[in-house]
Structures are given as structure tokens and as C-alpha cells.
């Protein structure tokens, strides 16, 4: 209000507008990036950046207003010249400039979208288990017989499910008048963490983890509820006690894990506080022992009826060190987000207690971590095996642990950790480390080879031609992959969402199948002790769909970032060539078929299996390392010069090329036929007009096409001679396609 009182009536009606919402990106959640505040070798904007045709707008009507917003000199000395003004306020990363950022539905599409490797590329299932949730953040068990599960949602809620996978109407937690979040995409605050006493079957104690805001200040808070003394599905409300608060200076890296070890001690993962670069003191949160944020923290929350509410475990590793909390059981992580601990292999053990973690980075790479008692995880002095401060990463008593695989952003902008497969339907998993990118929604592995002690990565596929086929297996899922999780006999799943909202139904949690070898039947037949129910049962419906998808041989990418001796230097990112996906799919956001383009941290590239197969499987073709031809009818979709993910102007190949369709007789059952080549069961219209750009750079190649729907491909409709045609690229056709029976 203050800046808009110097502004004059037509200029306030023409400008308002324009200047709250620059002045609310400083509260964004992409405010790092908006800023260029992830890269420490760049001052911190003024302004942030700005989409291009944007700029141009507000440069048109209201360049005056950024007098009143911004004191750099440089910018304002541009003032004259929209040309360099507006590639002045341009980000380099153009994927988060502002506004494209919060509504283009295209943000992050070519991450992800080069196919794999077909011999490292692991074909998997899923099985549908729950959907309509808003955000589902976690998803755990009880650990008492009755094979239980329960899914919290980010807006403060807990849902209890049955073995059956009916849900029980009555939740069996709602502190959502409590919990701090909002419904803006990727709003980090909200209810984040649950867990279960080891010992929930006699105390019935459970523990959440949630943000709230106390007066004017936001905080992460860890709570202790009880069960309810009349439903074994609710907890009592009026129990809880909050065992821990920990102030947070800004609105994302909250953290969010809590889990329990073998010993029976609380584990807690905080964030760094924030911001970009962990700005705070010295050195950052992260490498400051004297505060919470940016660790693993461990307490003994055991006999806590009386007295303390929480005590510190008598072998913590820094009691001794009056600087430091002694609460920190490891330090140096920036925002771990989704940790577990290995069961161990089911017969020998071996493994278990291994506590893996997924931290995510800043503006360069993610990492996955095996955190150990006492050791600093490097942040900020280390990003990856990268150097991001790198005053402190020459300190040479950083002593700090290198991850076991990182990956460049060009794979993924977000990781999140998962779990080792301990489960027994699938007994080919046992031993991988199963995680993903909530972003790109790649789904990745990791394996350990016990003679070297290094991790090999791949790439896991959804299962194409007839490795999904089985009655209730479905092959696709929503891209941003939240969390994963076990159940109580340790089989494996993961919870994601189509829009990345708190407040939007769109979640689904999936559970992983593995059909190349499944358990002897009856092997893993569990009985679940009974569950007395008082709430309404509400039966579960599943509504994804297989896709049928033809098997296609995909390019070979050589592995190029080598992990540097002592996680010093900065390795080359390793360039992801372009794919067309010609006639299949183009996978829906979270279930593209993938390319490792980095290696697990020895630098090698992931050797295929001996003989080229698991016990089991069918054996695959050998990858001419070449892709394979494209079929005349080929379509794709694109949006301007970018690959459109569900529409789009509709490109066709015909005999060695790429050309447009126009929209000459162009028709609902054209669009049907175009959208079901691509894996969509629905097409929501026909667009017209170059509603999604021309494709100037290419021939129009099918003009009057007259499709009766039916048809495989546009090729089989009715259409003018090839290449003939009476239509510009002002007309070119384009589709909207969909996976649910929606209006657009």
C-alpha cells in the first residue's frame, strides 16, 4: 500500500496489480530460484525473474513501477530499452520464471522423457491400493498383528485402512485446524511426519511431526498422541503432548521423518531452515552443532509418563561437546526428505539397521545417504560430490561423508528417499534400494556390490507389452512421487499426486509388483490379528487403468559424472540426448520410461545382467544402442517449440518426416484416434487454429482427414494426398487428451 500511494489513478488501475504480485514472490515457494538465490556466485535479485512475454506486458503499461520496487542501478539504466531490460530480469533456468512457473501445467516436461537402456532398465508393476488423498505424505503401520495401514495427508489428517483396503469414515487423526500449510503447489508446511511406538501394542503411543504457527512465528512440532480408549482406530485428541518445538526461520526445508531404530529411540530429520544456500550464521544451520536445524537428532522418548517428556540416549555422539545439542545424532543435511531403516535380508539379517536417506539439493544435484552416528553429511560446504561453499569445502577438517549416489538435475530437481526391498512377493527386489524424484517422477534403484562395496543404479521402467497384464495390475501412476513406504510385511509402496497441492483429492498410493518372479503361492499368507471397527467402512474402488504400451528397444547413454576423490571437484553433467516417442505413449507425468544418465558414485556405467535377463524373465533383444524406427503414422504432441504432455499441436511422420495436420475437416473422432496411439483413453476436444502454435518448420502433411474414431492411426482415416494440401499453419490441428472423462 505504501508503493501504490505514489501512483496516479490510471497507472494504479493499470499497475496494482502487476506490483502486488511481484512483491508476493518474495513469499513464494520458489522464491530461491525466483531470486537466483541457489547460486552463491550471483547477488540476489531485486526483482525476480520474469517470464519473457511477461516483462514485455509490464514494460509496456507500468515500467515506472519498478522505480519503486528495485534500487539496482543497472537495471534501472535499462529502463529505455525493453530488449535488454527484460533479458536483464530473465532467469537462466527458465523453467522458474514467473508467472509460467505457478500455471504452466509443462513445467519440468523434458525431465525424464528419454527412454532407457533395455537391458538395465527394470520393468515393474503397481497395484492400486488407495486414492483421492490431498497430498499423501506418509503412509505407515502399527506393528501389532492387524496388518493395518495408515496414510496422513499433508493438510493435518490421518486415515485408518483396513487389510481389505476399505477405509474407515472416522479418521484416525485430524489436527488440521492445527497444521500450518496452504493450498499453494509445493507449499512445504503441513502435517509431514507419523509414527508408531515399537511398543504401540501395549502403551499406544503414536508420534506426528507438523508445522504450526505459534503467534508470529512458524515452527516444526513433534507430538505424542495416545489411542483412544474406546476406538482402536482413533487416537485421543485431548492426549497430546508436544515433546519438541524448534522455531523455523522460513516457510520450506522443514524436514519431516521421524522414525524408530532397533534401540527404541526416536529419530528426528530436520531441515536446514530454509531460504537458499543455508544463509544462516557463520557457516549455515547444517554445520552448526548449537542448533536443531539441518540434522538427525535422537531422543528417548520411552517411560516418559513421569518426568521429562523426552532424555538423551546415553551414547549420543556429542555429549561430550558443550557446544553442541546432545540431542544431534548427525549433522551437515539440508533438507532430508523420506529416510528408512533396512530390515535386513529376511534370512541372514545382513543389513539391517542401515538407516538410508534421501536429501535434497540445492540447484545442482540430489544425494542419497546412509547416515551413521556422529558423521557430517557436508552441507553447505558440499552439494552432492559437488562443491557448492567452496571455502568450507576446502577445510580440510570437514571430515565429511560422501552420499552413495547422487544424480544432476537434469535427471530430477527433488529426491525422494525410499526403502530396501525386504518384502517376500517379490523376491528379485530383495536387497534393492527402491526410491524417486518428486519432480521428474522417475522411479530409480540402486544395488550394492558386496565385492566392492559400491552402489550400481538403475532405471525402473513400467512394465510394457504383457509384463502388466495380470488381473489388477496397472502400469502407470501421477508424477509427484511424495513418499514411499512398507507395509507391515514389508512390502513396498509409494504415495504420489497429479497436483501437488494440500488441498487437492488427486493422491494415489501404488504398491510395486514385480511379475518376472513372484512368491510360491501361499508363501506370503499373512493373518491379521481382528480389527474391532465402530466407524463406517467405506469400500475401496480403484480407477487407474493399464495402459497397453508395445515394447520399444531404446538408446544406450554412456554414464559420464565420476564421483571426485573426496567429493572435492564438480563433475561434468552428462548431456540427455532428445528421444522421439513416435507411435507410444508418451508416458504420463510418473511413468516414463527412462535413461540413467549418471552412474552410481565409482563412475561406472551399470553393467547388464549376465545373459541378459533375471531368472524368470522373458529374454530381451540386445540394444543396437541405435533407436528404432519410426512407423509411418507416428504422431506426437507439442506445445509452441516444447513436447506437449497430454495436448498439444499434432505432429504425424510419414516416410522419413515430421509435418503438421490441418484442421480442415479435423474432428472429435480425429482427436480420439490421435490421443488412444498416445496411452489416452479420452479425448477431451479437437483444437483448431493453431490453438498450440504453428509448426512453421514443417511441411503440413494431411489435410480433410475424416476418421470414423475407430481407426489405429490418422494414416487409416480418410485425407488428401500426401503433403497436398489448402491450409497454412494458421490452421494446423492439435488435441487435449486425458485420462479421466473430463470437460476441458
Not at 520464471?97 to 520393468?123: I, K, M, R, S, W
Not at 537458499?276 to 539441518?294: E, I, M, R, V
Not at 565429511?400 to 527386489?429: F, Q, W
Request: charged share 25%; hydrophobic share 30%.
Amino acid at each position: 500500500y505504501r508503493l501504490s500511494a505514489h501512483l496516479d489513478g490510471p497507472t494504479y488501475a493499470a499497475c496494482a496489480g502487476h506490483l502486488q504480485d511481484l512483491l508476493c514472490q518474495e513469499c513464494s515457494p520458489y522464491a530461491a530460484h525466483l531470486y537466483d538465490a541457489e547460486d552463491p556466485s550471483t547477488p540476489v535479485r531485486t526483482i525476480p525473474g520474469l517470464c519473457q512475454d511477461y516483462c514485455l506486458q509490464v514494460w509496456q503499461k507500468c515500467r515506472a513501477i519498478f522505480r519503486s520496487l528495485s534500487t539496482d542501478q543497472e537495471l534501472l539504466a535499462l529502463e529505455n530499452n525493453v530488449a535488454k531490460f527484460c533479458r536483464y530480469l530473465s532467469l537462466e533456468d527458465t523453467d522458474y520464471c514467473f508467472p509460467h512457473l505457478l500455471t504452466n501445467q509443462n513445467l519440468n516436461q523434458n525431465l525424464g522423457l528419454v527412454t532407457a537402456d533395455a537391458e538395465g532398465c527394470l520393468q515393474l508393476c503397481l497395484v492400486e491400493v488407495a486414492n483421492g488423498l490431498r497430498n499423501p505424505v506418509a503412509m505407515v503401520h502399527a506393528n501389532d498383528g492387524t496388518h493395518r495401514f495408515f496414510i496422513a495427508e499433508q493438510v493435518g489428517l490421518v486415515w485408518t485402512y483396513l487389510p481389505d483396503r476399505s477405509r474407515l469414515e472416522k479418521p484416525f487423526l485430524n489436527i488440521s485446524e492445527a497444521v500450518l500449510t496452504s493450498p499453494w503447489e509445493g507449499d512445504e508446511r503441513g502435517f509431514l511426519g507419523i509414527v508408531f511406538h515399537p511398543k504401540f501394542k501395549f502403551n499406544g503411543k503414536v508420534y506426528v511431526y507438523y508445522s504450526v504457527q505459534v503467534r508470529y512465528e512458524e515452527r516444526i512440532r513433534i507430538s505424542e498422541f495416545r489411542i483412544s480408549p474406546t476406538d482402536m482406530n482413533a487416537l485421543d485428541h485431548g492426549s497430546e503432548r508436544i515433546i519438541l518445538e524448534i522455531e523455523e526461520p522460513a516457510s520450506n526445508h522443514n524436514g519431516g521423518e521421524l522414525l524408530f531404530g532397533d534401540d527404541e529411540y526416536l529419530y528426528i530429520f530436520t531441515g536446514d531452515g530454509g531460504m537458499a544456500g543455508d544463509p544462516f550464521g557463520t557457516f549455515g544451520n547444517a554445520q552448526n552443532k548449537s542448533t536443531l536445524l539441518g540434522k538427525v537428532l535422537r531422543i528417548d522418548v520411552n517411560n516418559n509418563d513421569r518426568g521429562p517428556l523426552y532424555r538423551i540416549p546415553p551414547d549420543n555422539p556429542f555429549l561430550d561437546d558443550p557446544k553442541a545439542r546432545p540431542e544431534i545424532y548427525a549433522y551437515g543435511v539440508r533438507n532430508m526428505w523420506r529416510c528408512s531403516f533396512d530390515r535386513g535380508e529376511p534370512h541372514t539379517k545382513e543389513g539391517r539397521g542401515r538407516l538410508f536417506c534421501g536429501d535434497v539439493g540445492q540447484n545442482k544435484y540430489e544425494e542419497i545417504d546412509i547416515v551413521e552416528k556422529g558423521k557430517n553429511y557436508g552441507w553447505r560446504a558440499r552439494e552432492g560430490f559437488s562443491c557448492y561453499d567452496k571455502k568450507l569445502c576446502s577445510n580440510s577438517s570437514m571430515d565429511d561423508v560422501l552420499p552413495i549416489y547422487a544424480y544432476p538435475h537434469k535427471m530430477g530437481k527433488s529426491v525422494t528417499g525410499g526403502y530396501v526391498y525386504r518384502g517376500c512377493e517379490s523376491p528379485n527386489l530383495n536387497g534393492l534400494y527402491i526410491f524417486g524424484d518428486f519432480m521428474s517422477g522417475r522411479l530409480m534403484s540402486l544395488k550394492e556390490d558386496h565385492a566392492t562395496g559400491e552402489w550400481q543404479y538403475s532405471e525402473i521402467c513400467m512394465g510394457t507389452g504383457q509384463t502388466c497384464m495380470f488381473p489388477g495390475l496397472i502400469n502407470n501412476y501421477y508424477q509427484y512421487i511424495i513418499s514411499f513406504a512398507e507395509d507391515e510385511a514389508g512390502e513396498l509402496y509409494f504415495l504420489s499426486t497429479g497436483v501437488p497441492s494440500a488441498t487437492a483429492p488427486r493422491g494415489v498410493v501404488y504398491k510395486v509388483v514385480d511379475t518376472s518372479r513372484r512368491a510360491p503361492p501361499g508363501k506370503c499368507r499373512v493373518e491379521p490379528l481382528p480389527v474391532r471397527v465402530k466407524s463406517r467402512r467405506i469400500k475401496f474402488v480403484p480407477k487407474e487403468k493399464f495402459i497397453m504400451r508395445t515394447p520399444m528397444l531404446h538408446p544406450q547413454l554412456k554414464a559420464t559424472a565420476e564421483a571426485p576423490r573426496g567429493g572435492r571437484s564438480d563433475p561434468g553433467t552428462p548431456r540427455t540426448p532428445a528421444v522421439e516417442w513416435g507411435g507410444q505413449a508418451p508416458p504420463r507425468p510418473g511413468n516414463r520410461s527412462r535413461t540413467a544418465t549418471t552412474p552410481a558414485p565409482s563412475g561406472r556405467t551399470p553393467k547388464p545382467r549376465k545373459g541378459g535377463q533375471r531368472k524368470g524373465q522373458r529374454r530381451k533383444k540386445k540394444p543396437s544402442g541405435m533407436a528404432p524406427p519410426l512407423q509411418n503414422g507416428a504422431v506426437r504432441l507439442m506445445e509452441q517449440q516444447s513436447r506437449g504432455r497430454s495436448r498439444g499441436r499434432v505432429e504425424v511422420y510419414i516416410d522419413g518426416e515430421w509435418g503438421t495436420v490441418c484442421d480442415d475437416g479435423w474432428s472429435s473422432a480425429a482427436a480420439a484416434v490421435v490421443c488412444r496411439q498416445l496411452g489416452f483413453p479420452y479425448a477431451v476436444r479437437a483444437s483448431k487454429k493453431a490453438e498450440f502454435g504453428e509448426g512453421t518448420s514443417l511441411r503440413i502433411l494431411l489435410d480433410d482427414v475424416q476418421c470414423s474414431g475407430q481407426e489405429k492411426t490418422l494414416m487409416e482415416c480418410a485425407h488428401a494426398d500426401i503433403g497436398t494440401h489448402n491450409c497454412s499453419h494458421e490452421e494446423d490441428a492439435g488435441v487435449v487428451c486425458s485420462r479421466e472423462e473430463v470437460a476441458d
